[in-house]
């Protein structure tokens, strides 16, 4: 089977296995890692077949929407693409890409023997592009809503030092996310491409802020940090 085959065999796969999924981690949140992912590895020495697995298949069973199971998501992708007798090392490395990617296991104290590899920055420099901007925004609070969680309390401050069990528990109001992830993304891209197309994205969101914090309360606005 040809790479070409095999990326649209995984694009079908992942939107039906989504098609009920939360709006801000379905088929739409995948295409657009999948598109940016291509974008970026344009400007890298890059496995292609493997950046496109890796981007498609991140999010196949986000592991807060299976009760922290971490290991559904490795596990699926794995059956997948063993049907498609995709090769063991492709295999292994989308599974890592995927065991790797998220931003909560960035806060884990212990990475010294993390694995790092040029396929997975570039996939996670897309997924945290979208996880910024405009389609960051408004992600944010479609999860909010989903969970049903305030969007601001000004009596409930952001956790700037937050462990990765701290934040896989955190019930914090939408806002809050903003502080304790969205406005630390920039800092954390991999690829000179990611980093340049974050800089506009990170100048939105804190735009934003200035702006919900006008609304929120417009005798003692506060201003975004």
């Known amino acids: 089977m040809t790479d070409t085959a095999i990326v649209e065999k995984t694009i079908n796969f992942v939107k039906d296995t989504l098609k009920h999924a939360e709006g801000g981690h379905d088929?739409?949140?995948?295409q657009r890692v999948y598109n940016n992912s291509l974008l970026i590895a344009k400007n890298e020495e890059a496995d292609t077949l493997v950046v496109s697995l890796g981007a498609?298949?991140?999010?196949?069973?986000d592991a807060k929407f299976y009760?922290?199971?971490?290991?559904i998501g490795p596990r699926m992708a794995t059956d997948f693409l063993t049907?498609?007798?995709?090769?063991?090392?492709?295999i292994d490395h989308v599974v890592k890409i995927i065991e790797n990617i998220s931003f909560k296991n960035s806060l884990e104290r212990d990475k010294e023997n993390s694995f790092s590899s040029k396929e997975l920055k570039i996939v996670q420099d897309a997924d945290r592009?979208?996880?910024?901007?405009?389609?960051?925004i408004a992600r944010a609070f479609n999860y909010?809503?989903?969970?049903?969680?305030?969007?601001?309390?000004?009596?409930?401050?952001?956790?700037?030092?937050?462990?990765?069990?701290?934040?896989?528990?955190?019930?914090?109001?939408?806002?809050n996310h903003f502080y304790e992830k969205l406005l630390l993304?920039?800092?954390?891209?991999?690829?000179?491409?990611?980093?340049?197309?974050a800089e506009q994205r990170h100048q939105y969101m804190l735009n934003f802020l200035e702006q919900f914090?006008?609304?929120?309360?417009?005798?003692?606005?506060?201003r975004p940090s």
């Open 144 to 175: 909010g809503g989903f969970k049903n969680r305030p969007l601001y309390n000004p009596e409930i401050a952001p956790k700037l030092d937050l462990t990765k069990e701290e934040y896989k528990k955190s019930v914090a109001p939408t806002i």
């Open 213 to 222: 914090y006008k609304e929120w309360d417009p005798l003692t606005p506060q």
């Open 185 to 197: 993304l920039k800092e954390k891209m991999n690829t000179e491409t990611g980093k340049k197309l």
């Open 129 to 136: 592009l979208d996880a910024i901007g405009a389609i960051g």
């Open 56 to 61: 498609l298949l991140h999010d196949i069973a």
């Open 27 to 30: 088929w739409f949140h995948i």
């Open 67 to 71: 009760d922290g199971d971490e290991k």
């Open 83 to 90: 049907s498609l007798n995709v090769s063991n090392e492709t």
